[in-house]
T-cell receptor, first 112, second 115 residues
């Protein structure tokens, strides 16, 4: 079982709709969760982080964390063509071991 | 505020050669992380340096090594290059007293091609 799993996609969403990206992780003790966006040929760009169960909203983005289900998601409201990218879920197992463990990413395409 | 910088942007080497990649963290950041992103594979953690010390190491052979300088910049060295070392090498930095643990910011990367 991979430590961090994402549906590789591609995920196609019409412009203006909600895009939903999902991620599961295997280490129940994981503490910190991150979503990065990576455009083709570019480096990852941090979108959001979340540490506590529940929802965290930042503009059009909402991260959701459910530690009991070992599940974290990212919702993108009012999707724009510029949101087309690969979205990477990353996890830090504990505060002493600060390596980011990444999923393989979900490729999102917003259809105009 | 300037972001993480890396040099060179691109590099072509042949098998068996050695390469050094460089990274300058965001001002005020003391931790530097190195990741490898090979084609078709996810981002893999290589090394973590903090305050000049190696703090953690990923599942890579010893020919991958590095160091961090007193100004917190860092080098990644790869000896005896193999074809499968062809990848995008990413450096990230974070501030130890940042508002959130593990908030790492990435540089633009160095794309290495081994022929």
């Amino acid at each position: 079982q991979k430590e961090v799993e994402q549906n590789s996609g591609p995920l196609s969403v019409p412009e203006g709709a909600i895009a939903s990206l999902n991620c599961t992780y295997s280490d129940r003790g994981s503490q910190s969760f991150f979503w990065y966006r990576q455009y083709s040929g570019k480096s990852p760009e941090l979108i959001m982080f979340i540490y506590s169960n529940g929802d965290k909203e930042d503009g059009r983005f909402t991260a959701q964390l459910n530690k009991a289900s070992q599940y974290v998601s990212l919702l993108i409201r009012d999707s724009q063509p510029s949101d087309s990218a690969t979205y990477l879920c990353a996890v830090i197992a504990n505060f002493g071991n600060e390596k980011l463990t990444f999923g393989t990413g979900t490729r999102l395409t917003i259809i105009p | 505020e300037a972001g993480v910088t890396q040099s060179p942007t691109h590099l072509i080497k042949t098998r068996g050669q050695q390469v050094t990649l460089r990274c300058s963290p965001i001002s005020g950041h003391t931790s530097v992380y190195w990741y490898q992103q090979a084609l078709g594979l996810g981002l893999q953690f290589l090394l973590w340096y903090d305050e000049g010390e190696e703090r953690n190491r990923g599942n890579f052979p010893p020919r991958f090594s590095g160091r961090q300088f007193p100004n917190y910049s860092s080098e990644l060295n790869v000896n005896a290059l193999e074809l499968e070392d062809s990848a995008l090498y990413l450096c990230a930095s974070r501030r130890r007293d940042s508002h959130g643990p593990g908030t790492q910011y990435f540089g633009p990367g160095t794309r290495l091609l081994v022929l």
